[in-house]
């Protein structure tokens, strides 16, 4: 089932290649966990130099105007300067340092330590493909009691952005709208709600080459489309989510490369209470921001304080003449607050939840990225698509791919 999106609906979201909001790092490939589906190649030896990753930062400063860094890999925090990499960015670079990892080696000693860094924020990877300790072969919904757990103790700190990455699978999809219900329920310590659809390759509908060359496909480290024989889209995610909730609505978008219909990066904005969720803004607030944003300091931003999402009431309000969704939200919650007087005192939280396609392949073989992508990483000085780094990495160029002859 798919459900009708219309990029003309939404504000396409203005990131390119050379401005920016984020700059994704990658200071090891050493993991410390197993994922299904990642496109990382895991590597014990792999730990890289606090010159060379200010080489990388360097890179990004002379090519990509960008507000946040993506501190991702494997898993940084298994490598042993991982404050000192924070500090460095913060500090010596201006960028906000976002700290993606499975949080296995999070404690709250190295939490604190991360903060006085200068820690902007976190996104943890918390899903049922992973092979977690103690908690191997528990559903999505179980899984809440460890984000839970790992948002309270963030929370404790104070002050730091976070985000759950959900990886969704086929036998998966049916959780989406309950991990988004859970996730309203804490909209006060949960900033953002991101479901990355499964990835694999595509083997038995295309070859793969390097440089002309046809390679072995099982190389790769997504191998296996007997995992995912029919890929998901951000347009099966809606269908999902609006069978429970048929107000959700998007407000802005990135497109894909290639296929102007294709959403690659889906975005909603929502406000709510830990009672209630009032309404979605729509594309006005999220060109507004933007525009305004960059217009004040020079660029685009992914990351808000959690201070400033706590002040939605203000947000809607300033908005609503130019924005419908906002004007619906305001609607809902006066109208909700005539019934419970004490929704007039509850802060009113803004949270976004983001689907997010990977790369699919057209039926020539073009590869449909994401326009506009903001995971650009750095390889050999140069900008490159961290979801593919391990081709560059492994081939010393990009494959292509080229639709299979019948027999």
Same mark, same amino acid.
């Given at each position: %089932?798919?459900?009708?999106?219309?990029?003309?609906?939404?504000? #396409? +979201?203005?990131?390119?290649?050379?401005?920016?909001?984020? *700059?994704?790092?990658?200071?090891?490939?050493?993991?410390?966990?197993?994922?299904?589906?990642?496109? $990382?190649?895991?590597?014990? !030896?792999?730990?890289?130099?606090?010159?060379?990753?200010?080489?990388?930062?360097?890179?990004? &400063?002379?090519?990509?105007?960008?507000?946040?860094?993506?501190?991702?890999?494997?898993?940084?925090? =298994?490598?042993?300067?991982? @404050?000192?990499? =924070?500090?460095?960015?913060?500090?010596?670079? *201006?960028?906000?340092?976002?700290?993606? /990892?499975?949080?296995?080696?999070?404690?709250?000693? +190295?939490?604190?330590?991360?903060?006085?860094?200068?820690?902007?924020?976190?996104?943890?990877? @918390?899903?049922?493909?992973?092979?977690?300790?103690?908690?191997?072969?528990? /559903?999505?919904?179980?899984?809440?009691?460890?984000?839970?757990?790992?948002?309270?103790?963030?929370?404790?700190?104070?002050?730091?952005?976070?985000?759950?990455?959900?990886?969704?699978?086929?036998?998966?999809?049916?959780?989406?709208?309950?991990?988004?219900?859970?996730?309203?329920?804490?909209?006060?310590?949960?900033? $953002? %709600?991101?479901?990355?659809?499964?990835? /694999?390759?595509?083997?038995?509908?295309?070859?793969?080459?390097?440089? *002309? !060359?046809?390679?072995?496909?099982?190389?790769? @480290?997504?191998?296996?489309?007997?995992?995912?024989?029919?890929?998901? /889209?951000?347009?099966?995610?809606?269908?999902?989510?609006?069978?429970?909730?048929?107000?959700?609505?998007?407000?802005?978008?990135?497109?894909?490369?290639?296929?102007?219909?294709?959403?690659?990066?889906?975005?909603?904005?929502?406000?709510?209470?830990?009672?209630?969720?009032?309404?979605?803004?729509?594309?006005?607030? %999220?060109?507004?921001?933007?525009?305004?944003?960059?217009? =004040?300091?020079?660029?685009?931003?992914?990351?808000?304080?959690?201070?400033?999402? $706590?002040?939605?009431?203000?947000?809607?309000? +300033?908005?609503?003449?130019?924005?419908?969704?906002?004007?619906?939200?305001?609607?809902?919650?006066?109208?909700?607050?005539?019934?419970?007087?004490?929704?007039?005192?509850?802060?009113?939280?803004?949270?976004? =939840?983001?689907?997010? &396609?990977?790369?699919?392949?057209?039926?020539?073989?073009?590869?449909?990225?994401?326009?506009?992508?903001?995971?650009?990483? @750095?390889?050999?000085?140069?900008?490159?698509?961290?979801?593919?780094?391990?081709?560059?990495?492994?081939?010393?160029?990009?494959?292509?791919?080229?639709? #299979?002859?019948?027999?």
């Amino acid at each position: %089932m798919e459900s009708e999106l219309n990029p003309k609906d939404y504000y #396409r +979201l203005p990131w390119t290649l050379n401005d920016n909001v984020l *700059g994704w790092l990658e200071p090891t490939k050493r993991c410390n966990l197993y994922c299904e589906g990642c496109y $990382s190649r895991n590597d014990p !030896k792999s730990d890289r130099s606090l010159a060379e990753i200010r080489t990388d930062l360097e890179v990004f &400063q002379r090519h990509r105007r960008l507000d946040s860094i993506s501190i991702a890999g494997g898993d940084p925090l =298994v490598h042993p300067d991982i @404050v000192e990499i =924070v500090r460095m960015i913060r500090q010596d670079f *201006g960028y906000k340092p976002i700290l993606n /990892t499975n949080g296995l080696a999070l404690t709250p000693q +190295l939490l604190h330590k991360l903060k006085v860094a200068g820690l902007f924020g976190f996104t943890l990877h @918390v899903d049922s493909s992973q092979s977690r300790p103690h908690w191997k072969g528990k /559903t999505e919904l179980e899984l809440c009691e460890l984000r839970l757990q790992f948002a309270q103790m963030i929370a404790a700190e104070g002050g730091l952005s976070l985000a759950f990455n959900s990886t969704v699978f086929r036998h998966t999809l049916s959780d989406v709208p309950k991990l988004m219900e859970w996730a309203a329920k804490h909209i006060d310590i949960v900033h $953002s %709600m991101v479901f990355i659809l499964f990835r /694999t390759s595509r083997q038995t509908e295309y070859d793969y080459f390097a440089g *002309g !060359k046809p390679i072995d496909v099982e190389q790769l @480290v997504y191998f296996g489309q007997d995992k995912n024989p029919e890929p998901l /889209t951000a347009h099966d995610v809606v269908a999902e989510i609006r069978k429970t909730h048929p107000q959700y609505s998007p407000c802005a978008y990135l497109g894909g490369t290639h296929d102007p219909d294709s959403f690659k990066w889906l975005v909603s904005l929502r406000l709510g209470t830990k009672q209630k969720v009032h309404g979605y803004l729509g594309p006005r607030y %999220m060109e507004t921001a933007q525009v305004a944003h960059h217009l =004040v300091f020079n660029r685009y931003f992914a990351y808000t304080d959690p201070g400033i999402l $706590s002040h939605g009431r203000r947000f809607s309000a +300033l908005l609503s003449p130019i924005d419908g969704g906002a004007r619906r939200t305001v609607k809902s919650y006066l109208g909700a607050a005539l019934s419970d007087p004490r929704e007039l005192v509850r802060p009113l939280h803004i949270q976004s =939840v983001v689907i997010i &396609q990977p790369i699919d392949f057209l039926p020539d073989g073009s590869a449909n990225m994401c326009d506009g992508c903001p995971d650009m990483t @750095v390889h050999n000085g140069q900008l490159v698509w961290s979801c593919r780094l391990d081709e560059r990495k492994e081939h010393g160029c990009w494959l292509n791919a080229a639709p #299979r002859r019948s027999a």
